[in-house]
């Protein structure tokens, strides 16, 4: 099991960036395939990026071309630059992981981080 801080969020203003990490302890975090998911009031979270353990990609057609997911296995990290901010990214963003890349494109997980804030806003 690893344990996860989100960290990086805040007030934007639209067009602006923000790069969000996400810190990993417990586990060999080398082994997981990560993704970052937002919850906006009301609304179900969503994956918005996953990096598997080779370090490819996949984005939510939402944000393609406006966000970058990377990983740091030396610093337990992943990261996620977001550019282009518009209002409708406005939500808190979590990371989470499994060996399994099924379980994070699915992402059910019972346990999650207390996320980040962002919020896009003139």
């Known amino acids: 099991q690893v344990q996860l801080v989100e960290s990086g969020g805040g007030l934007v203003q639209p067009g602006g960036s923000l790069r969000l990490s996400c810190a990993a302890s417990?586990?060999?975090?080398?082994?997981?395939?990560m993704g970052w998911y937002r919850q906006a009031p009301g609304e179900q979270r969503e994956l918005v990026a996953a990096?598997?353990?080779?370090?490819?990609?996949n984005y939510a057609d939402s944000v393609k071309g406006r966000f970058t997911i990377s990983r740091d296995n030396a610093k337990n990290t992943v990261y996620l630059q977001m550019n282009s901010l518009k209002p409708e990214d406005t939500a808190v963003y979590y990371c989470?992981?499994?060996?399994?890349?099924?379980?994070?494109?699915?992402?059910?997980?019972?346990?999650w981080g207390q996320g980040t804030q962002v919020t896009v806003s003139s």
């Open positions: 990096i598997t353990t080779d370090s490819s990609t």
């Open positions: 417990g586990s060999i975090f080398s082994i997981y395939h």
């Open positions: 989470n992981g499994d060996p399994s890349l099924l379980e994070v494109v699915g992402g059910k997980f019972d346990s």
